[in-house]
């Protein structure tokens, strides 16, 4: 089996605004955070032979996707590997277009402005392990007939967080250090939400379900068409605002 593989450079670029696009079908992605003085550096080994990378860069925006060529043969039937290790000097904007797959990324520690994230069916995980060192403008996933689940939203720093789900499991994790106020709006079909808030956050969560079920687990408080935390009852701040809308699915929302 003859592995074909490209690297990855791009360095940065002249200007204070940036975005990142990373456009991926079948691919295993590994993400790591360096304080090199490049951008963006790399491997990508494509054991199929025919989804070679592309890597485009133009101004403060760079392009990372796999595309298509029928022409190339067909190799081994194990999908490519993407390895990126992406700097922490610069702020940036990230936008990532996934495909079917079972991807586990972890984005603790990049300074990012603003990310979105655009799923297909398969298995995905992000998680913020670590605080974004940039203010974060919004955070925006949408899912489809997938798992998705999200860890320590708090430490992605955004000022807005906007999910929408179709057929499938969600599981949104408000852990880590909440910096300033966070309104969430998320919006689900026939699907099941996990929302998870710590109990000593600030917050207040309102729901509407049609035809679905929902459970509330923990030191919680209904309160007129609230539900809040300790700390958000008694109007303590930053605080998290979470607005859930769900139809033929189920709702668990939890303090830990």
């Not at 199929?48 to 190799?75: C, V």
């Not at 919680?220 to 930053?238: C, N, Q, W």
Request: overall charge neutral; glycine content about 12%.
């Amino acid at each position: 089996m003859q592995i074909m593989t490209t690297r990855v450079d791009i360095a940065y670029p002249d200007t204070t605004q940036l975005s990142l696009w990373l456009r991926l079908g079948p691919c295993r992605v590994r993400l790591a955070t360096t304080d090199d003085d490049v951008w963006v550096r790399g491997t990508y080994d494509d054991p199929t032979g025919m989804l070679p990378l592309e890597i485009r860069s133009e101004g403060g925006s760079a392009l990372i996707a796999q595309r298509l060529d029928l022409g190339a043969g067909f190799g081994a039937v194990s999908a490519p590997v993407l390895d990126l290790a992406i700097g922490r000097g610069r702020p940036f904007a990230l936008t990532m277009e996934v495909g079917a797959g079972d991807h586990a990324l972890d984005l603790g520690g990049l300074p990012l402005t603003a990310l979105t994230v655009k799923a297909g069916a398969g298995r995905y995980e992000l998680d913020f392990s670590t605080p974004n060192t940039a203010a974060m403008s919004v955070l925006e996933i949408a899912a489809g007939a997938g798992a998705v689940g999200a860890r320590h939203l708090a430490n992605s720093n955004a000022a807005a967080i906007r999910v929408s789900g179709g057929v499938g499991r969600c599981v949104l994790d408000f852990g880590g250090e909440l910096r300033r106020d966070m309104q969430a709006r998320i919006d689900a079909g026939l699907a099941g939400i996990e929302v998870s808030v710590p109990a000593t956050t600030p917050a207040r969560i309102t729901t509407k379900a049609v035809a679905a079920g929902t459970s509330v687990v923990g030191p919680l408080t209904r309160r007129g068409d609230g539900i809040y935390t300790a700390p958000g009852l008694e109007g303590r701040s930053p605080r998290l605002v979470a607005d859930v809308t769900i139809a033929f699915g189920a709702l668990d929302i939890r303090a830990t």
